[in-house]
């Protein structure tokens, strides 16, 4: 019991994001995340293509 009145008293002290900076933490996660899909992407293709360029000689 101790324990779940000392989650109590912490939950109490927490600061709740706005949903304004939800928003925004939000939307910058989504960019970042396609931002690192569309590069490793890239990388893949271009080893993909570089390892069958030279697999063929």
């Known amino acids: 019991m101790k324990f779940l009145k000392s989650v109590v008293q ?5 600061t ?3 949903f ?3 928003r925004h ?3 910058t996660v989504m960019i ?3 931002l690192f899909g569309v590069f490793f992407g890239a990388v893949d293709w271009v ?3 570089a390892m069958n360029w030279f697999v063929k000689l």
């Open 10 to 14: 912490e939950m109490k002290l927490v």
């Open 20 to 22: 304004k900076e939800n």
């Open 25 to 27: 933490d939000t939307g």
């Open 47 to 49: 080893l993909g293509t």
């Open 32 to 34: 970042t995340s396609i």
């Open 16 to 18: 709740w994001p706005t």
